[in-house]
């Protein structure tokens, strides 16, 4: 069975991580978070600020969103539950 786990890694916090059974319902989390963010976003560097299509492949990511200029950022990636 496949999990969706959205990782949240702020500067001012631990790490989160956040499962979903679906990857829209992850995803739709991620967009939600990154709204509660304030305008912090706008100062990021648009190469920064998300992942091409093939670097999130390469990541085994499905959505990444850097939030920050100190990096602050979430993504979601797919998991197997009990994967050994």
């Known amino acids: 069975m496949t999990i ?3 990782m949240i890694d702020g500067r001012h916090t631990d790490t ?4 979903f059974s679906t990857a829209d319902m992850a995803i ?4 939600e978070y990154l709204e509660g ?3 912090y ?6 190469e920064d ?3 091409s299509a093939e670097a999130l492949e390469a990541a085994g990511w499905l959505f990444y969103a850097c939030y920050s200029t100190e990096g602050d950022c979430i ?3 797919p998991r197997e539950v009990d994967d050994s």
Do not use: I, K, N
């Open 4 to 6: 969706y786990v959205a």
């Open 16 to 19: 989160e991580a956040h499962l």
């Open 28 to 31: 739709a989390f991620s967009r």
């Open 37 to 39: 963010c304030g305008d």
């Open 41 to 46: 976003a706008q100062y990021v560097e648009p």
């Open 49 to 51: 600020a998300t992942m």
């Open 75 to 77: 993504w979601v990636l």
